[in-house]
């Protein structure tokens, strides 16, 4: 067993992300599981652009709301506790609701991201699907 040295947490580039987002690595990704883990911590309103994992990824929501959204899908309002895995290749954005911060724990391989266009403001602001109640708000 050891114990990792934290690095310090970094500021999520603006090419990939609307608003402000933090990573803290967990796991880089070293042989031989190539896991990859962040704790990634949105301001409100702030979200990834559109984008896929060639391996998927699973989302643990560990603090506020998140809003996640497949292509073509509902925007699913997550909160604390909520896993959210999106399969491989599918294109997909989360973030933070408009009035909460949100910290996830992010899980994915040793893949290539692929990065799409931005989230626009109408796509962020349409209807949600809650996972507590499973209806629209």
């Not at 949100?102 to 266009?117: P, S, Y």
Request: hydrophobic share 35%; glycine share 10%; net charge negative.
């Amino acid at each position: 067993m050891e114990l990792l040295k934290q690095p310090p947490p970094r500021k999520l580039p603006a090419e990939w992300f609307t608003g402000d987002a933090y990573a803290n690595v967990i796991r880089r990704g070293e042989a031989p599981s190539g896991m990859r883990a962040n704790m990634v911590r949105f301001t409100p309103g702030a979200r990834t652009a559109w984008h896929s994992h060639a391996l998927g990824q699973t989302l643990c929501i560990v603090e506020g709301i998140a809003l996640v959204q497949s292509r073509g899908g509902d925007i699913i309002e997550a909160h604390p506790g909520d896993i959210i895995d999106t399969p491989a290749g599918e294109e997909h954005w989360h973030g933070a609701a408009p009035d909460q911060f949100m910290i996830h724990l992010a899980l994915w391989g040793t893949d290539d991201v692929t990065w799409l266009e931005h989230v626009s403001d109408d796509e962020y602001h349409g209807p949600r699907v809650g996972t507590r109640t499973r209806t629209r708000t």
